[in-house]
């Protein structure tokens, strides 16, 4: 009788570390998925030159950039956005890829936000804007591991003159400084109506366009600076969407 219940008692033992173990195993699958790198995926179409559709029909934007805009609705091509696109299109088009969402996860427009990762372990995003195709564009949920990284390739690009940066770079500076929005990381014509609304604590003054993306801000959607594909200059309409 002694020996069965001595038995017995070791077998509930294990039982019993089996089941503490399968319940930590649960509790920590969720943070362990974030970290470990997400799910593959595969890109069927690309929009632009930071969001596409996936297989499965959802669409993502990728994290922490903005590429100049193709033309939809009565709203032209921006200036190397067919460059842009193309340049996503080539890393992603076709290809099984890790998806690794960022932040919440998504966004207003029900889409995916995240980065893929490449087999090798490149990010996607991060090659984007270190060839000059994409911009750093900060948000709040934005992992600050991936916005150090993005504006480190931004400033390098720039130095190296990558992309569109020299086309860019080389824009007349405004009459008068370029107003940011600290808040938001987003900057502004000082002529804009939204500029002339930054609150004195959130003002920061860039003398020119170099000065303002380097500091990690993104143009507003309104009163962009960046040109057309056509050659002109800046216009009313927004840089990406959302």
């Known amino acids: 009788m002694r020996r069965r219940l001595f038995a017995t008692g070791r077998r509930g033992l294990r039982g019993g570390r089996f089941f503490v173990a399968l319940l930590c195993a649960c509790l920590l699958a969720p943070g362990l998925a974030r970290a470990g790198g997400g799910e593959t995926v595969r890109v069927a179409q690309v929009f632009d030159g ?19 805009e193709t033309a939809h609705g009565n709203a032209p091509a921006q200036y190397f956005a067919a460059q842009a696109k193309a340049a996503l299109e080539r890393r992603v088009l076709g290809r099984e890829l890790r998806l690794v969402r960022d932040g919440r996860g998504g966004d207003r427009f029900g889409r995916v936000l995240g980065d893929f990762v490449l087999p090798d372990g490149a990010s996607v995003a991060e090659a984007l804007v270190a060839d000059g195709m994409a911009f ?50 987003r900057f502004h014509d000082a002529a804009c109506p939204q500029g002339r609304a930054v609150s004195p604590r959130n003002r920061v003054a860039f003398p020119d366009l170099r000065a303002a993306f380097a500091a990690g801000f993104a143009p507003a959607r309104e009163c962009t600076p960046w040109p057309a594909a056509s050659g002109g200059g800046g216009g009313k309409r927004p840089v990406g969407n959302g």
């Open 50 to 68: 930071d969001t596409c559709r996936l297989a499965d029909g959802r669409t993502v934007r990728l994290a922490g950039i903005d590429a100049p």
């Open 136 to 185: 750093v564009f900060w948000h709040r949920d934005l992992s600050p591991a991936l916005d150090d990284r993005l504006l480190a390739a931004a400033r390098q690009a720039m130095a190296a003159g990558r992309g569109f940066w020299p086309r860019l770079l080389a824009l007349p500076p405004p009459a008068r400084p370029y107003v940011g929005n600290a808040a938001s990381r």
